[in-house]
């Protein structure tokens, strides 16, 4: 059974559950904020989000059952969780997963994920799954991954305790189908895979590239090719997209 938590302000949320988990079993913890003071997103990135307008929380699963080196495993299992969350609101063939993790509607950011895992010898052991969903902001600055709302997209309002519940238990569900079956969750992640198998720009080196995007290897790194069929593989940080 989720516990959840809400707060009105906290510097992060992931921040707040990792200072808990030295003192306490935080699994199946969710804790929300009205407001995130130092809410981050990949690496150094910020996360914007409006006071009271956004689902902005964490969740701290278990996740004994998988080998420390398939932990992309569980990025594919909670962007999946979400987007199929979505689904039912917005239009499927708009949505998609921008790799490793980010939810793309058409080519703007609707939600990011932030992971931060513990591990025991070879395993996994508790992950906190931070989530950021623009949902009923209607302004953002011009960020260069050009974030939308749900708001924006339909011109409803929406009822974040009712999406935060919706989106926690559908990611407890899409871990249960991790657990029996890795490969079915990687053929689903690259279904929806923003750009999978087509030509684009990315900026590698300072240079502009165009490639192919062909998939992703064990690890979770992105695998593209160019016109002469060479095969390049690059992890975090390496790759840009040009949007």
């Known amino acids: 059974m989720l516990k959840y938590i809400h707060l009105e302000q906290i510097d992060s949320t992931n921040a707040?559950?990792?200072?808990?988990?030295?003192?306490?079993?935080?699994?199946?913890?969710?804790?929300?904020?009205?407001?995130?003071?130092?809410?981050?997103?990949?690496?150094?990135?910020?996360?914007?989000?409006?006071?009271?307008?956004?689902?902005?929380?964490?969740?701290a699963v278990d996740m004994g059952f998988l080998p420390a080196e398939r932990q992309f495993h569980l990025s594919e299992t909670v962007a999946l969780g979400i987007i199929e969350v979505l689904d039912k609101v917005l239009p499927t063939e708009n949505l998609s997963i921008k790799w490793p993790n980010d939810i793309y509607f058409e080519n703007r950011k609707l939600a990011g994920i932030l992971i931060n895992s513990t591990i025991k010898a070879n395993m996994m052991d508790v992950s906190i799954i931070g989530i950021g969903l623009n949902v009923n902001q209607t302004q953002f600055q011009d960020w260069p991954t050009h974030p939308i709302s749900l708001k924006q997209i339909t011109g409803k309002e929406y009822d974040l305790q009712l999406l935060l519940e919706q989106i926690t238990e559908h990611i407890l569900i899409k871990v249960e189908q991790l657990k029996a079956s890795p490969a079915a969750i990687e053929q689903n992640y690259l279904k929806r895979l923003y750009r999978y198998r087509t030509w684009a720009d990315y900026e590698v080196d300072g240079k502009i590239l165009q490639l192919f995007l062909t998939g992703i290897d064990a690890f979770g790194r992105l695998l593209l090719t160019d016109k002469d069929n060479n095969s390049y593989c690059f992890d975090i940080k390496e790759i840009r997209f040009i949007l």
């Open 16 to 59: 707040y559950l990792q200072r808990q988990q030295s003192e306490r079993n935080i699994r199946n913890w969710v804790v929300s904020a009205d407001e995130q003071t130092a809410g981050k997103g990949m690496g150094s990135n910020g996360w914007e989000s409006e006071a009271g307008k956004n689902l902005t929380f964490s969740l």
